[in-house]
C-alpha cells in the first residue's frame, strides 16, 4: 500500500457526446427532431387545403399569410417603422426590467429589513392583473411611448425578482459561509461568492422576462399605441384581414422566439452548471 | 492576557450557545463546552446528529458567535487573526461551480494577501497533490464524484496550511465504499503532515480509527459527557483497528454512554 492517494477516475461519458443532444432537446425549444419537421408540414398542408375551402377570414391560408409577410417585409407594405418602435419599446423595458429586478431581488434577498418592508407591497403587486394598470397609465403618463415602457417593466420586473432573491437566499446558506470561513471582505464576498451565484437564477429570471416583454409590448399598443405591431395587430383584427394579422403574429412571436434563445443560450454558456447539476440529481 | 502554556493549541472553555425556538423561546444548544486540543492531536467530537457539534464548530471558526464563553488559539482569544490559522471542511464540500477545482481551493487563500498569485496557485497545486487530484485542477467540480468533491474540500483546507483543522463530518454524505477509502487516506495524510485536527462526527468507528482523543456529547442541551483517550499504535489500518482489543473496549463504552443509556430511552417512549 502507497502513501499516495487513489485516483477515481472521472466519467468521461457523462459530459461529452450523445449527451449534449440530450440537453438541447431536454430545454423543449428546439425543433431539431425531424418527427416536429414532418408536423410541421402536415400542419401547413391540412391548413392550406382547409383554409382555401373557407372565407379568408377565418383561418386564412399559409400562402396568404406568407405573401402578406412578405409585403410588409420587403414588398409594398413595409412595417419596419413598427417592427422598429416595437423593438425599442420592448429592449428598453426589457434592460430597465432586469436593472432594476435585479437591484430590488438582491435588496430583498440580503437584507431581512428591505424584505420585510417590501415583501407585503410586492406580494400584492404580483398577484395583480398587470394590464389593469395599463388605463392609469395612460391617464397618468398619456398616450405615448413612455406609458407602453413603463407598463412593460412592471410586467417583466417579477421574474427576475423574485428569481435574484430566490438566489440570494440559496447562495447565502450554502456558500457565504464558505467566504466567511476563507475570511473574504463583504466586498470580496459579494463579487466572488453572491454575484456568481445568483447568476443562473438571473438568467432563469431573464429568459421569462424576455418571453414576457413581447407580451407587454404587444398588449400596450393594442391599448395605448398608434403605433408598433400591437397597434398593427389591434387595427387589422377590427379590420377582418386576417392574414395580415397573422403576419403580424408571426413576426411578434419571432420576437419572443429570439429572446428566449438568445437567452437560454447565454445560460448555456455562463453557467453550464446549471444544466449539468439538475441532471445529475 | 494570561496565556498559560500548558501545550495546549486550542482551548475552548465555558462556551454556551442558544438558538430562538418555536414561540420565540430560546434553546439552549450548547450548555457549558470546555475542550482541550493539544498541538499534532486528533480530535474527535462524538455525538448524535443535532447535539450541536456543527454549531460547536462554527463557534471555535468564528462564524458565529457564543452567548458566553471563549475559544481561545495559541494563547489568544479568537479574532480575525486567530482566524486565518484555521481552516474549515464543510459537510457538504461546497465547491463553487463557477470556479475550476483549483480556483475553488485557492478561494482560501485569497484572503491571504501576503500571498501572491503565483504562491497561491502553487499552494493550492501543492494541496491537489496531497490529496492525489492534482490531474483534475482545472476542471469544473460538478464533474466530479461525490469522493473526489470531499477531497477537494479537503485540500481546499490543507492550502491554507493552518495550526488547526476544523472538520464537520467530511465523510457524512458519502457511500460506504468511498467513505471507507477516504478514512484512510485521513489517516495516513494525518499521520504524515502531524496535523491538528477538531473532527465531528457520529461515527463510531470512524472516531476511534482517526483520534487520539474522543468527546463524547450529549444532546439536549449539548454537554460534553466524557472524553476518552485512544491508545491505540499507529500507524492505523481499518482492519486491525477494527478487532483490536483496546478499540473493541473502547468501542463497548462509547455506545454504552452515549446509545444506550436507560435514562435516554425512556424520554424517546422506552422500549416496547
Ligand atoms: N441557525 C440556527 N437557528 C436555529 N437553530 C439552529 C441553528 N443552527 C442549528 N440549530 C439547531 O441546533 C441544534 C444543533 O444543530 P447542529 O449543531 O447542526 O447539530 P449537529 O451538527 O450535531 O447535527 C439543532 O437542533 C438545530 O436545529
Ligand atoms: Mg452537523
Redesign the interface.
Known amino acids: 500500500m502507497t ?6 477516475k ?2 468521461e461519458d ?2 461529452k457526446g450523445t449527451d449534449d443532444k440530450a440537453r438541447v432537446s431536454g430545454r423543449g425549444f428546439s425543433l431539431s427532431s425531424l418527427g416536429a419537421v414532418y408536423a410541421l408540414i402536415v400542419i401547413l398542408i391540412l391548413w392550406q387545403v382547409i383554409g382555401s375551402m373557407m372565407d379568408p377570414i377565418y383561418i386564412s391560408t399559409p400562402v396568404l399569410v406568407y405573401k402578406n409577410l412578405y409585403a410588409m417585409l420587403f414588398g409594398q407594405h413595409q412595417i419596419w417603422h413598427d417592427i422598429a418602435v416595437s423593438a425599442v419599446e420592448m429592449y428598453v423595458g426589457l434592460a430597465i426590467a432586469l436593472v432594476l429586478g435585479s437591484v430590488l431581488g438582491l435588496l430583498i434577498g440580503r437584507s431581512k429589513v428591505a424584505r420585510s418592508t417590501l415583501a407585503p407591497y410586492i406580494n400584492f403587486l404580483n398577484a395583480t392583473p398587470i394590464v389593469i394598470t395599463l388605463p392609469l397609465m395612460a391617464i397618468w403618463v398619456g398616450v405615448n411611448q413612455k406609458a407602453r415602457i413603463i407598463f412593460i417593466v412592471i410586467l417583466a420586473l417579477w421574474p427576475v425578482l423574485l428569481n435574484v432573491a430566490a438566489g440570494c437566499r440559496n447562495v447565502s446558506g ?2 457565504t ?9 463583504r466586498f ?1 464576498m459579494i463579487r ?2 453572491i454575484v ?2 445568483v ?1 443562473p437564477y438571473f438568467l432563469t429570471g431573464a429568459r421569462i422576462s424576455a418571453g414576457l416583454v413581447v407580451i407587454g409590448v404587444v398588449v400596450s399598443e393594442m391599448e395605448v399605441s398608434l403605433v408598433g405591431l400591437g397597434y398593427l395587430l389591434a387595427s387589422y383584427a377590427s379590420g377582418f384581414q386576417t392574414a395580415k394579422l397573422l403576419a403580424v403574429f408571426a413576426i411578434s412571436t419571432s420576437f419572443g422566439l429570439v429572446n428566449v434563445g438568445v437567452l437560454t443560450l447565454i445560460s448555456r454558456k455562463w ?3 446549471v444544466a ?2 439538475k441532471r ?1 440529481r | 492576557m494570561g496565556a498559560v502554556d500548558n501545550g495546549c493549541l486550542l482551548e475552548i472553555k465555558d462556551i454556551r450557545k442558544s438558538f430562538e425556538g418555536d414561540k420565540g423561546k430560546r434553546n439552549l444548544i450548547l450548555d457549558d463546552i470546555s475542550l482541550q486540543v493539544c498541538k499534532g492531536e486528533f480530535v474527535s467530537i462524538l455525538g448524535a446528529s443535532g447535539c450541536g457539534k456543527t454549531t460547536l464548530l462554527r463557534i471555535i471558526d468564528g462564524l458565529i458567535e457564543s452567548d458566553s464563553g471563549e475559544v481561545i488559539l495559541e494563547g489568544e482569544r479568537v479574532g480575525p487573526a486567530q482566524r486565518r490559522r484555521m481552516a474549515f471542511v464543510f459537510q457538504d464540500s461546497n465547491l463553487l461551480p463557477w470556479r475550476s477545482v483549483q480556483k475553488n481551493v485557492e478561494l482560501n487563500l485569497e484572503a491571504m494577501k501576503e500571498l501572491s498569485k503565483a504562491q497561491r496557485s502553487e499552494r493550492a497545486i501543492e494541496a491537489l497533490r496531497l490529496v492525489g487530484l492534482e490531474e483534475v485542477a482545472s476542471r469544473p467540480p460538478y464533474q466530479l464524484s461525490g469522493g473526489m468533491q470531499q477531497r477537494v474540500g479537503v485540500a481546499r483546507a490543507l492550502a491554507r496550511q493552518p495550526v488547526v483543522f476544523l472538520m464537520d463530518e467530511p465523510f457524512g454524505h458519502l457511500d460506504n465504499f468511498t467513505r471507507e477509502r477516504l478514512q484512510q487516506e485521513m489517516s495516513r495524510l494525518i499521520e504524515r503532515i502531524g496535523a491538528t485536527v477538531v473532527f465531528v462526527t457520529h461515527d463510531i468507528d470512524e472516531a476511534i480509527l482517526l483520534s487520539d482523543k474522543i468527546v463524547l456529547m450529549r444532546s439536549n442541551p449539548g454537554q460534553v459527557s466524557r472524553v476518552l483517550s485512544v491508545d491505540l499504535p499507529r500507524p492505523r489500518w481499518k482492519y486491525n483497528v477494527r478487532a483490536h482489543p483496546t478499540a473493541l473496549a473502547l468501542r463497548e463504552s462509547i455506545v454504552e454512554e452515549l446509545g444506550l443509556r436507560i435514562d435516554d430511552w425512556e424520554e424517546v417512549g422506552g422500549i416496547q
Not at chain 1, 177 to 185: I, M, N, Q, R
Request: proline share 6%.
Open positions: 502513501v499516495g492517494l487513489q485516483r477515481e472521472v466519467g457523462t459530459f450554502r456558500y459561509e464558505l467566504g466567511s470561513s476563507a475570511g473574504l471582505t470580496e466572488k461568492i456568481p451565484g447568476l453557467a453550464p452548471w449539468t447539476e445529475g
